[in-house]
C-alpha cells in the first residue's frame, strides 16, 4: 500500500471518529455514531496491518482477541451503578499502553522510522518522552482513582503538608529527566521518567476526594487524550494525532463543566483537599433546630395529592440501586396523571451523565430527564420535590452564606417547591461536609432510611 | 533520510490545532445526558495508539520491542472492544420508548 493510501485511509478513519462524537449530540443518533467510530477504529487496523513490515499476523492476531476477549468480557458484565470505576480502569490502559508504545519506539526506532538505537532525532526524544510522561501519569492517577471510585482506597481526600511543593518538585525532577534523556538516550533514564511519573501520577490524584472525582475522571479522560498526541507526534501519525487532540479536548471540555457545576476552579479541584476539614465545624448551630419527620405513606400521600413532582436523584441513589424502584414510582404516579419530571445537576454522580445513564438503565424517558437550566425555574410552579440521594446540590446556602464552602455553587431551587421530600440516610451532612438548612425548613420532610427501600415502600403504599 | 525533520513536526502541529477546534466545538455539541456515553466513546478512539503497537509488534523476530508492542495491542484492545461495547450497552438504554401502558 502506498504512503498516500495509508494517509488517505487513516484520514477516513479520523474522520469517523469525528462523526462518532458528533452523534452524541442527540440520543438518537448516538448509536449511529457509535458505529462509526467502530468502522473508523477498524480502518485504523486493517490499514496498519497492511504495512509491508508488519508480518507477525499470527502474534497481532492472538494479542487483539486476547484483549478483545477480555475487554468483552468486562464490558457485558459491568453494573452501570460501577461505570465511573470501569472508565477510569479504561483510562489507566489507554495511559499504560501508551508506555508501551513509546518504549517500542525507543528501543527500536527503525521500525517506526524515526532513527536508529542510540541516534534517534532530538524532537523525536522530546515528543517520546512527553507521550511517556503523559501516559504514565495518566496510569497511575487513573488507577488511584479507580480504588478510590470503587472503594479499595478511602475516598476521603489525603492532604499532607508540602504536598504542593512536592509535586512541583517532582515535576521539576521530571523535566531535568527528560533534558538528560534527550542527550544521552539512556534507557536507565527513559525508565526513570516512567517510575517518576508514576509516583507523580498517584500523588497528583491523593489530595482530591469523593464528590469531585467527576472532575478527576474527565481530567483522565483528557490525559489519556494528550498521551495519544504525544505518541502521535514521535510516529509522526496524523491520526493519533487528531485522535488525541479530538480525546484532549472532550476531557477538558468536561472537566470544566463539572467544575463549573460546582463554582470552583478546575485549579483549585486539582489541589485537591476540599471538604476534609470543614466537616466538623459547620454542623453546631443547627443542632437545635427542629426537622420534621415522615414515612413512606406520608410521602405516597402528599405526592399522590399533587398535580406535579419533580424527583431530584444524585449519587446516593446510585450507591442504593434505587433507580429501579424510584422508575416505578414514577411510572405510578404518571399514571394518576401527575407530571413527573427528573432534574439532574450536573455534578450529580461521580461522573459526568451517571444520572442520565442509571435512569436510562431504569427505562425513565430520556424526555423527562432535564438539566439544571431546563428545569430550574419550574420548581416554584412544582407541588413536590423529591430529593434521593443528593444533598449539597440542594443547598440554598450556596446562594446566601457568603462563608460557605459551597457558596456560589449553581444548585436545584427545590425549596420553592411547596413540600419538599428528602431521603436520607440520617442527619449525616453531604460531601462539602456543610449542613443542608433545607433539612429545617417548614415544607420539608424528612424520610430517613435507605433510599431503595424507601422508594418500595412508597410504591406499597401508592398501591 | 531525516524522516523527523522540523517541516513534519510543523505539519504534525497545524494538524494538532485544527483537530482541538474541531474537538472543542464537536463536544460542545454533545447533550449533557450523553456524558458518559461520550467518555466511553473517546475511551476506546483514543486506544487509536494500537496503530503504534501493532508495528513495533509487526516485524518478525524477538526482540524487547515487539514484546513491549504485543503488550501495547492486548491492552489497547482490551479498550476498544471494552470502550465501543459499554458504550453500545448505554446508548441502547437511550433508545425512545414506546408510548405503551406498563403492567404491573
Known sequence: ?463 | MEAHSSEVFVIGLTVFFLACIIGYYVVWSVTPALHSPLMGVTNAISSVIIVGAILAAGPIGHDISKFFGIIGVVLASINIFGGFIVTYRMLSMFKKKPKKEKKD
Open chain 1, 1 to 463: 500500500m502506498s504512503a498516500n493510501m495509508v494517509a488517505v485511509l487513516y484520514l477516513l478513519s479520523a474522520l469517523l471518529f469525528i462523526f462518532a462524537l458528533r452523534g452524541l449530540s442527540h440520543p438518537e443518533s448516538s448509536r449511529l455514531g457509535n458505529i462509526f467510530g467502530i468502522v473508523g477504529m477498524v480502518i485504523a487496523i486493517i490499514t496498519t496491518l497492511m504495512f509491508k513490515s508488519v508480518l507477525s499476523y499470527t502474534e497481532i492476531g492472538a494479542a487483539i482477541l486476547i484483549g478483545g476477549a477480555i475487554g468483552t468480557f468486562i464490558a457485558l458484565r459491568i453494573e452501570m451503578t460501577a461505570l465511573p470505576q470501569l472508565v477510569a480502569a479504561f483510562h489507566s490502559l489507554v495511559g499504560i499502553a501508551a508506555v508501551f508504545v513509546a518504549a517500542a519506539a525507543f528501543y527500536d526506532p527503525a521500525s517506526f522510522g524515526i532513527g536508529n538505537f542510540d541516534s534517534i532525532g532530538t524532537s523525536s526524544l522530546v515528543e517520546m518522552s512527553i507521550g511517556t510522561f503523559i501516559g504514565a501519569i495518566t496510569f497511575s492517577g487513573s488507577i488511584l482513582a479507580f480504588g478510590k471510585l470503587q472503594g479499595t482506597v478511602s475516598g476521603k481526600p489525603i492532604v499532607f503538608k508540602f504536598q504542593h511543593t512536592i509535586n512541583a518538585l517532582i515535576l521539576l525532577f521530571i523535566v531535568a529527566l527528560i533534558v538528560m534523556f534527550v542527550i544521552n538516550q539512556s534507557p536507565t533514564i527513559f525508565w526513570s521518567i516512567v517510575i517518576v511519573s508514576i509516583i507523580l501520577g498517584f500523588l497528583v490524584v491523593i489530595p482530591i476526594g469523593g464528590a469531585d472525582m467527576p472532575v478527576v475522571v474527565s481530567m483522565l479522560n483528557s490525559y489519556s487524550g494528550w498521551a495519544a498526541c504525544g505518541i502521535g507526534f514521535t510516529l509522526s501519525n496524523n491520526l493519533l494525532i487528531i485522535t488525541g487532540a479530538l480525546v484532549g479536548a472532550s476531557g477538558a471540555i468536561l472537566s470544566y463543566i463539572m467544575s463549573k457545576g460546582m463554582n470552583r476552579s478546575i485549579i483549585s479541584v486539582v489541589l485537591g483537599g476540599f471538604g476534609g476539614e470543614q466537616a466538623a465545624s459547620a454542623t453546631s448551630d443547627n443542632s437545635d433546630k427542629i426537622v420534621k419527620q415522615g414515612n413512606a405513606e406520608d410521602a405516597a400521600y402528599i405526592m399522590k395529592n399533587a398535580d406535579s413532582v419533580i424527583i431530584v436523584p444524585g449519587y446516593g441513589m446510585a450507591v442504593a440501586q434505587a433507580q429501579h424502584a424510584l422508575r416505578e414510582m414514577g411510572e405510578i404516579l404518571k399514571k394518576e396523571g401527575i407530571n413527573v419530571r427528573y432534574a439532574i445537576h450536573p455534578v450529580a454522580g461521580r461522573m459526568p451523565g451517571h444520572m442520565n445513564v442509571l435512569l436510562a438503565e431504569a427505562n425513565v424517558p430520556y424526555e423527562e430527564v432535564l438539566e439544571l437550566d431546563e428545569i430550574n425555574h419550574d420548581f416554584p410552579m412544582t407541588e413536590v420535590s423529591f430529593v434521593i440521594g443528593a444533598n449539597d446540590v440542594t443547598n440554598p446556602a450556596a446562594k446566601t452564606d457568603e462563608a460557605s464552602p459551597i457558596y456560589g455553587m449553581p444548585i436545584l431551587d427545590v425549596e420553592k417547591s411547596q413540600t419538599v421530600l428528602f431521603i436520607k440516610r440520617s442527619m449525616a451532612t453531604g460531601y462539602s461536609g456543610v449542613d443542608n438548612e433545607l433539612f429545617y425548613r417548614d415544607n420539608t420532610t424528612m424520610l430517613f432510611g435507605d433510599a431503595k427501600k424507601m422508594c418500595e415502600d412508597i410504591v406499597k403504599s401508592l398501591a
